[in-house]
């Protein structure tokens, strides 16, 4: 009976601890909002994204809260990310799955200024190079943070530490797609990226956007949406940007990219205030 019971609580302490171990950057402190500001939208440690153009940074920003109502401001260094999926964690730089060429480089992930948030800071990444992009999907990224600011509410530094604890760190879940368009703006208007591919291609939205609603506090300053295929198809596919809706009539800038295997193949920028569904940009491309 005592056996049997010690049998199973051994069992369960395995299995959570075998839960815990699975957990993407359990310690970690930092996290991803969304650009509402909202705590709400906080995202949980390990939260999935999709990487996307190198050199550039779409994520939800980093964040953190401080007692005393104070927040994160600048971050000034960051660390080697620790990479682990189906295999115990490793730096980036020393990881060698089997194929892998070149190795990654110690700084192959790190924090980029996120497109029209002013200075607001995102994950992102450099440009893969030989067969790296194969081996990114769906691993668990720990990216430490060891030099940042924390500012007060007026946005004054209170306080620049250093650290290279394990508390002080952000974790992703990665996610990479063959083609992914992406469309970024500079207010809170509403704009449309749709995309159509050869017959038998399936595009996905990306569920990460943040789309502006006109007037709602707190305003999103900044809008986004991305299309994806994760089994592309060979031919023709064609982009359309539309100007949906226009809150005050302003001109708004937007950015379009076209991603392939992770290397940014086409950069179009525009400016608009049209709004009324207006096509303000288009572009065509063949996949390969
Ligand atoms: C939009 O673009 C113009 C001209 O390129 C630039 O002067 C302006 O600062 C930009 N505004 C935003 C919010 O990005």
Redesign the pocket.
């Known amino acids: 009976m005592f056996k049997s019971l010690f049998l199973i609580l051994g069992l369960l302490a395995t299995f959570s601890l075998h839960a815990t171990a699975q957990q993407c950057g359990r310690t970690c402190k930092f996290r991803l909002c969304r650009a509402d500001g909202s705590d709400f939208n906080l995202r949980p440690k390990g939260t999935r994204i999709l990487l996307r153009a190198p050199k550039t940074s779409l994520s939800a920003y980093l964040c953190r809260k401080f007692p005393g109502g104070r927040s994160l401001g600048r971050v000034r260094s960051t660390g080697e990310a620790i990479i682990s999926g189906k295999f115990p964690p490793v730096a980036i730089s020393k990881w060698r799955p089997a194929g892998l060429s070149p190795k990654f480089s110690k700084r192959y992930f790190k924090l980029i200024n996120i497109l ?1 948030l002013g200075g607001l800071q995102g994950i992102g990444r450099i440009q893969p190079k030989g067969n790296q992009e194969d081996f990114l999907d769906d691993k668990c990224v720990v990216l430490p943070i060891t030099t940042y600011d924390i500012v007060d509410g007026s946005g004054k530094v209170f306080r620049t530490i250093s650290s290279t604890g394990p508390k002080d760190c952000v974790a992703v879940k990665t996610r990479v797609q063959p083609i992914v368009v992406e469309l970024t703006w ?2 809170e208007d509403d704009f449309d990226l749709s995309v159509t591919g050869p017959s038998g291609s399936k595009s996905f939205s990306n569920n990460d956007n943040v789309v502006g609603q006109c007037g709602v506090v707190p305003v999103v300053p900044a809008g986004k949406e991305t299309v994806t295929y994760d089994d592309p198809k060979n031919g023709k596919y064609n982009v359309n940007v539309k100007h949906f809706n226009s809150c005050k009539g302003e ?1 708004t ?1 937007w950015t379009l990219r076209l991603v392939v295997n992770g290397v940014t193949v086409l950069t179009r920028k525009g ?1 608009s205030s049209s709004g009324g569904g207006r096509v303000v940009g288009e572009e065509d491309f063949f996949y390969p």
Do not use: A, V
């Open positions: 029209y500079s207010s001109k800038n400016r």
